[in-house]
T-cell receptor
Framework: DAGITQSPRHKVTETGTPVTLRCHQT?????MYWYRQDPGHGLRLIHY???????DKGEVSDGYSVSRSKTEDFLLTLESATSSQTSVYFC????????????FGDGTRLSIL | QKEVEQNSGPLSVPEGAIASLNCTYS??????FFWYRQYSGKSPELIMF????GDKEDGRFTAQLNKASQYVSLLIRDSQPSDSATYLC????????????FGTGTRLKVLA
């Protein structure tokens, strides 16, 4: 299995609080991705990174920011969490963007009350 | 039109039968195609990838790609109750940058 660790695995927090999710990989892959998965919407890309300090927005980036200061770590931050951000968040990694598959971490279940 | 379309199901098949899962895509220039299995409450797991027209077999799984008709299929032979899951199709397309596009998945139920 691809070495991807997401933390925390579960989190419950209140509206308006900041939340940071961490994705750590041991595969030295260049590309890292954050998705959210909600019933009826499938997997939706939030942000992705194509190298250290190189990031770009996905289709649902509003309300989220990311940072990648090291190859192995990709952080997703909700600056002021809202109930609409309650979801399951998956991190994925890949060696290349053009033909290699993405491999997923175990996910973080985030509930915002 | 969605970029990657799958029938949401559920697709119910009896144990031991062949399950056929289909996916169509809109970007004719797409070159890479993937199938993932996702059990309830778990993360997507890559089970097959295919890049060329034709069939690719791996154990009980066969991926079929037809670029002219823009569809990719996954066949599961000798289906088992443990195959019951949601199957996601993913396609890499180009929109000025490479884009990994997922379908919303087909839920498969294998009946014992």
């Amino acid at each position: 299995d691809a070495g991807i660790t997401q933390s925390p695995r579960h989190k419950v927090t209140e509206t308006g609080t900041p939340v940071t999710l961490r994705c750590h990989q041991t595969e030295n892959h260049r590309y890292m991705y954050w998705y959210r998965q909600d019933p009826g919407h499938g997997l939706r890309l939030i942000h992705y990174s194509y190298g250290v300090k190189d990031t770009d927005k996905g289709e649902v980036s509003d309300g989220y920011s990311v940072s990648r200061s090291k190859t192995e770590d990709f952080l997703l931050t909700l600056e002021s969490a809202t109930s609409s951000q309650t979801s399951v968040y998956f991190c994925a990694i890949s060696e290349s963007a053009d033909e290699q598959p993405q491999h997923f971490g175990d996910g973080t279940r985030l509930s915002i009350l | 039109q969605k970029e990657v379309e799958q029938n949401s199901g559920p697709l119910s098949v009896p144990e031991g039968a062949i399950a056929s899962l289909n996916c169509t895509y809109s970007d004719r220039g797409s070159q890479s195609f993937f199938w993932y299995r996702q059990y309830s409450g778990k993360s997507p797991e890559l089970i097959m990838f295919i890049y060329s027209n034709g069939d690719k077999e791996d154990g009980r799984f066969t991926a079929q790609l037809n670029k002219a008709s823009q569809y990719v299929s996954l066949l599961i032979r000798d289906s088992q109750p443990s195959d019951s899951a949601t199957y996601l199709c993913a396609v890499i397309g180009w929109t000025g940058t490479y884009k990994y596009i997922f379908g919303t998945g087909t839920r498969l139920k294998v009946l014992a």
